[in-house]
């Protein structure tokens, strides 16, 4: 598959420099995400030996990727490190706090974190195997999907591709993929719950209609020839309407994916969207087609977040998430992924194309369209496209605690809490199906909270009976729908501070992750700053 840009993707052999060497600090954090980076800074503080293994080139995931338009849901509920780091934002730009922000001021300021700290960091370290104690085994596999419990044992060493070898205390995987974490035969799952699975109103199958085809739009390679075939990513399903939908039923199916690209108009920083190689227009006909009559505002989600420059996100029934094409992507090799990668690349890039050049598209929008463009100075070592694929979803573990619908909404709190979340469930659509003669969005939720709620420390660790020395603060342990409240950027990092902390705890005491006591825990959160409870109910003010 062409590559637009050379550095541009997730996994490519060259990074991976060989070596035979073998570490062995107490912490190691796998996971470049700026929660890895929170997590292998809080170690170090906490008097740690630390090494970050990060499996690409270029640090901080989303937060440096192009999320700058900060997912909050409220501002009180951001403690600890996190808030430190985006007051340092704020710092950069003369105020109090940013929740808005240019990529490469939030890539500096975690390279200075990663500096002050002196933990050591390496790239191009892309996990091969794991070997635990207690059952002598060496896991290279997906690890155990759905099971009912892992294999105990105590993660003994990890190898990554390059061939370097560490041997550490305690592992923290701050991933998107939760490569680590299943590699230890930590049980997990990929996909929908049913609505039964955990009593959840919003779980499983959804027709909502936010997001969603406001206007009659054919499914048909041919409009309205259903002989002609169906358009690249419409799933048939063979129901006339979409009210015949099992809605509520399980699935594998995991939200869109996209890249949050940084837009501007200023004429000393645009650059004109490119045509990607291998540009497709078959992908982009039902965006034809549904522009003609929508009464969508398109640009609705050209987030500002300077004067000149936006994060620009997902809007619509046809925009930038590429809705279907990643259902293979959590478990699947780095080889696979790459590809998946660049089918989103092309995806996304050929739409910004479509849509300021092609004569199809109404001229007024065609014409807004094109004034926007690529900046000039972002992501400039991967050609001024985002460097990180938004994963909002890919494994979680299943836990002995599972954050579900019913913490989001305040009907049952935990009472180990080690950080908070208050966006809410929000979850992309997760395919595109046809209904008879019509193609509908399927899996989009977006329901707010009245406040923020409490994660529970056993949500970020393996069950018990499970592997003992590992934290997994990103792919934690949470139904989808709830899922979608929790995977914010400040909140990974919240979570990633507070396994650092416990990790710690760990090393000091000898004790399996499990066994930590969570009064001793608690205290040297709320010493750092963490926000653990707050009766401040949400409300649409606190938000960027």
Known sequence: MPCYHPNLRYYDNSWCIPTDELLSPEVCVYGGTAAGVVAAVTAAEEGKSCVLLHPGHI?????????????????????????????????????????????????????????????????????????????????????????????????TEIACTNGLRVAAQVYIDAGYEGDLAASAEV???????????????????????????????????????????????????????????????ADASVQAYNFRVCMTKAPELRIPFPKPAGYERSHYVLAER????????????FDMVTETKTDTNNHGAVSTDFIGGNHAFPEADFATRELIFQEHVLYQMGLHWFM????????????????????????????????????????RILGDAVVTEHECMGRRRCDDPIGMAAYQMDSHNCNRRSFGGLVRNEGDVQVKLPAPYGISYKAIVPPVGSCTNLYVPVCLSASHIAFGSVRMEPVFMILAESSAVAACMAVDTGRTVQEIGYGALEKRLLERGQVLRTDIENSDRINP
Request: net charge neutral; with cysteine.
């Open 290 to 301: 549904w522009l003609r009559s929508t009464s969508e505002d398109i640009f609705r989600k």
């Open 187 to 249: 049980p997990y799952t990929v996909g929908r719950e049913s609505r039964d699975t955990y009593d959840e109103q919003y779980a499983g199958v959804q027709i909502h209609k936010s997001h969603q085809f406001d206007v009659d739009v054919s499914p048909f390679v041919e409009a309205g020839n259903p002989q002609s075939g169906y358009l690249p990513n419409v799933r048939h399903t063979g129901l006339a309407r979409p009210e015949d939908a099992p809605i509520g039923a």
């Open 59 to 155: 640090l901080g995931g989303m937060t440096t990727g192009g999320l700058s338009y900060t997912d909050l849901g409220n501002a009180h509920a951001i403690g600890g490190s996190a808030r430190r780091f985006y007051e340092r934002l704020g710092s950069h730009y003369g105020k109090e706090i940013a929740w808005t922000f240019e990529p490469h001021v939030a890539a500096e300021e975690l390279s200075r974190m990663l500096a002050a700290s002196k933990v050591e960091v390496r790239r191009g370290c892309f996990l091969a195997s794991v070997t635990r104690d207690g059952d002598g085994s060496h896991a290279t596999g997906t690890g155990r999907r759905n099971a009912s419990g892992g294999t105990p044992g105590r993660i």
């Open 356 to 395: 300021a050049n092609d004569p199809a598209v109404p001229e007024e929008i065609r014409t807004r369209y094109a004034a926007w463009g690529l900046s000039n100075d972002e992501f400039t070592a991967t050609g001024n496209w985002p460097h990180q694929l938004y994963i909002r979803e890919a494994r």
